[in-house]
């Protein structure tokens, strides 16, 4: 696994990225409906991500190879659920459940996906000082958000909501096993095929479900098209990178960092009031990462 310092950086980016999604995707539902937001955000990343593949001449795999369907088929996989479904479930579960909430879901990702890599990944097997990184990470989130993050809202659909929001956090955790199973294929490749099948798969469930939707110039539009561009065309082929390169357990660590940013950008664009714990919660975040990352020092023979 190449846990290197530009697959940090990559972490990072991919942190910041998706910090700001939440606050985004909560100007989009405003106006649309949390399937037209996941449809219209994957829709404008698939064109984006097939134009530049067609652009900088990469070749697709072909489907009558053996190699070739099985990749083809692990695209499709992660598009349904790296993109189509959690998009959705999120969108939709937003409306129902605290941010709160949603953040506190978003970190229990590393452990689901520290269990699934246990079984599924060769070299990322459940150990002892993972587990504790792991732990220790999640107590850190749990902090920043404050246990009000578990009381309820009052609202009637609330319970399905929060179990909307536990699904997309699965779902993340299966695509970056399927991400990392398949065999040797171009990041860009992979990401393209992978949203191009999961723009085919969820723009009919839309438009069939929801209509089609009256787009006006508007703030809601605008930040579908960010979402499509940033968080869900870039964010993908980040996502793909990592995943291939460091592991399912290294890149579920970005999910730590998710709340921080949102913290932040609530603080800078929404006026909200940074809490102290913001510092406590960082300092056993960025311990839990070391504790986890930690390789043991190997000693050359003599």
Known sequence: MDVSL?????????GL???SSFMVVTIAIREFGPLTVAAGRIAIAALILMALLKFLRIPVPKLNTKEGRIIWFGALLLGAFAMALPFFLLSWGQKYVSSGFAGVSMAAGPILTLVLAHFFVAGEQLTFRKGLGFITGFAGVIILIGFDAFKSSGLGLEPLAR????G????????SIITRLVPPVNPLCFAAIATMLAAIAIVPVSLLMEGFPVVTPSLPLAAIIFLGVVPTALANLLLVKVIRSAGPSFISLVNYQVPVWSVIFGTLFLNEVLPTRLFIALALILLGLAISQRRKSVKQPL
Request: hydrophobic residues 60%; aromatic residues 12%.
């Open 6 to 14: 530009v697959n940090w950086l990559r972490l990072g980016a991919l």
């Open 17 to 19: 990225i998706w910090g």
């Open 163 to 166: 179990l909307a929001c536990i």
């Open 168 to 175: 997309a956090v699965s779902c993340y955790a299966i695509g």
